[in-house]
C-alpha cells in the first residue's frame, strides 16, 4: 500500500489530462508531476488521496528527448503553464492524444488520429492579463493549486507591454502606500491589475479595486503613461464583494477611453473591460476557419449561434448564409452583438437574450428551422436544455466548439444517437498549459 514519504523507481508510462506523468507502483497509479512519457525517475509520495496519489521527481535516471529546460524562471512555482518542460511538439502530441483519449475513454468514440493545429509562435501570445494582487505588495499569478500569489516581475504568455504597466501599479502602491487586498481579511484596496492590448499594440487598463475609489488616482494615471506610451484608456473597477470572482459591475473611467478596438477574422469588435473576446487572435482566426468548414456553408442555409457570446463566430460566417440566429442568456453580451453586427454592417444577423430550450420554443414557433448549429458553450459543456434543444431541431450539420474535451466527449455520447461524429479536429489555443480547443462536426443520421 502507498503511503505519503515513500519513495520508488518507476518508469513514465503516459499523460494524465492536466499533463502529469503516470506511472504505476504496484498496480496503483501514480501522477507525477513535471515527468514525460518513457522516463526513469525516482519519486517521492506527496499525496495519498482517495481517488488519486501524486508524487514529484527526485532523480531523473532517464530523461526523454523530448525534455526541455524550462525557459522561465518563475515555472517550478507559478500555476500559470503546465508544459514547459518539454518541447513544443511533445506539447502538441500530448494535446493531440488528450482530445482522442477523452473522446474513447469517456465518448465511447474512436476519432483515430486527432489533427492539431499549433500556434506560429507560442510565447507572448495573450492579448488579455489579470494579475492578482496581495500583501507585499505583489503582483503575479496564483502558485498551482493555492491562492498564494508569485511575484512575476515577467510573464512569457503576456505581451510585452505588461511588464512596464505592473511596475507602474507597484511604484504607486509603494510610494502612496496603497494597499493591496487580502483574501483572507477581506481588507485592501487592489485587487487586481487588468489590460488588454489589440492587434495595432495599444492597451486599455483596469484596476480592480474593493473600493469606488483610490487614493493620488492623478498619479496613477501620470506613472501608466510614462510606462507605455500607447495606453488609450485607464479605468477603475469595483468589485467589494467577498468572492474569487474577478471583474466588478461598476466602472470609472480615469483618463482616456473605457474600451478598445480589435480585429477577427476581418471585422471589428469593440472590448470594454468584461467583454469576452478569445485572449489568442492567431489561433482563435484558426479556430473560427475551422468552424467555417465544418459549417459549409453555401448561402442558402439558417445558422443557429448558441452560446453566441458577443456574436463572434456567427458573426464571421454572416456572409456565407441566408440568416444567422445568435442566442445567448447574457442581456450584456447580447447588446455587445448586436453592437458587433451594426458596426460591421450584417444585416442578415439576429440575436436573442434567452436560454437554448427557450430559443429553440421561439424558433419552432416562428417555423424556423436551422440548417447549421454552431455551439460554443462554457467549461461545463453543453445544458441539458441546449442539448435537447439540438435533438428538437434536428439540423443537418452541429458544428461543436469546446474548450475542454472531456465535457464534449460527454456530449457526444449523448448525442450519438441521433448524429455521428463526421470530424474532429484540435487547435492550440493556449500554449504551454494544459488546455486544448477542439472542433467537431456531427452529420444528423439518415
Not at 62 to 69: E, I, L, N, Y
Not at 311 to 326: E, F, M, P, S, W
Not at 358 to 379: C, I, M, N, S, Y
Amino acid at each position: 500500500m502507498l503511503r505519503e514519504g515513500q519513495r520508488h523507481t518507476v518508469t513514465v508510462e503516459g499523460f494524465s489530462s492536466q499533463a502529469h506523468g503516470v506511472a504505476r507502483v504496484d498496480g496503483q497509479a501514480v501522477f507525477v508531476k513535471g515527468a514525460l512519457p518513457g522516463e526513469e525517475c525516482d519519486i517521492f509520495i506527496e499525496h495519498v488521496g482517495h481517488n488519486a496519489v501524486w508524487a514529484r521527481v527526485e532523480r531523473l535516471c532517464a530523461p526523454s528527448p523530448q525534455r526541455t529546460g524550462p525557459d522561465c524562471p518563475y515555472y517550478a512555482q507559478c500555476g500559470g503553464c503546465q508544459t514547459r518542460h518539454m518541447t513544443y511538439p511533445a506539447e502538441l502530441d500530448f494535446k493531440a492524444g488528450k482530445v482522442q483519449n477523452a473522446l474513447r475513454r469517456i465518448g465511447g468514440i474512436d476519432p483515430g488520429a486527432v489533427v492539431i493545429h499549433g500556434c506560429q509562435d507560442p510565447a507572448r501570445y495573450r492579448n488579455k492579463v489579470q494579475f492578482p494582487a496581495a500583501p507585499g505588495p505583489k503582483l503575479g499569478y496564483f502558485q498551482a493549486r493555492t491562492h498564494t500569489v508569485i511575484d512575476v516581475a515577467d510573464c512569457l504568455l503576456t505581451p510585452a507591454c505588461a511588464a512596464p504597466i505592473r511596475a507602474a501599479v507597484l511604484e504607486w502602491m509603494a510610494r502612496f502606500h496603497v494597499s493591496a487586498y487580502d483574501e483572507r481579511a477581506h481588507a485592501g484596496l487592489v485587487r487586481h491589475l487588468y489590460l488588454r492590448v489589440n492587434a495595432q499594440g495599444e492597451a486599455l487598463v483596469c484596476l480592480m479595486a474593493n473600493s469606488h475609489s483610490l487614493p493620488h488616482e492623478s498619479e496613477l494615471v501620470s506613472l501608466l503613461r510614462q510606462a507605455f506610451p500607447w495606453l488609450i484608456g485607464i479605468s477603475l473597477g469595483t468589485n467589494t464583494r467577498r468572492t474569487n470572482v474577478v471583474l466588478g459591475e461598476q466602472y470609472r473611467t480615469l483618463w482616456g477611453q473605457d474600451h478598445l478596438m480589435d480585429t477577427l477574422c476581418g471585422l471589428r469588435f469593440k472590448l470594454s473591460v468584461p467583454s469576452f473576446f478569445q485572449v489568442n487572435r492567431p489561433q482563435a482566426e484558426a479556430l473560427y476557419a475551422l468552424a467555417g468548414q465544418y459549417a459549409a456553408l453555401t448561402g442558402g442555409e439558417t445558422l443557429l449561434d448558441l452560446y453566441c457570446g458577443t456574436g463572434t463566430i456567427g458573426l464571421t460566417l454572416a456572409d456565407r448564409a441566408k440568416a444567422v440566429i445568435g442566442v445567448e442568456a447574457e442581456a450584456a453580451a447580447v447588446a455587445d452583438a448586436v453592437e458587433n453586427a451594426r458596426r460591421n454592417g450584417v444585416e442578415n444577423a439576429r440575436f436573442l437574450c434567452a436560454d437554448a430550450g427557450q430559443a429553440a420554443v421561439q424558433l419552432a414557433a416562428e417555423g424556423v428551422r436551422p440548417d447549421v448549429v454552431v455551439v460554443d458553450p462554457p467549461r461545463k459543456g453543453l445544458s441539458p436544455q441546449a442539448l435537447q434543444a439540438l435533438l428538437d431541431l434536428a439540423p443537418q450539420r452541429v458544428v461543436y466548439v469546446s474548450c475542454d474535451c472531456a465535457t464534449l466527449a460527454r456530449d457526444l455520447k449523448a448525442l450519438r444517437g441521433r448524429y455521428v461524429l463526421s470530424a474532429v479536429e484540435a487547435v492550440d489555443m493556449f500554449p504551454r498549459t494544459y488546455h486544448v480547443e477542439t472542433v467537431c462536426l456531427l452529420a444528423l443520421r439518415p
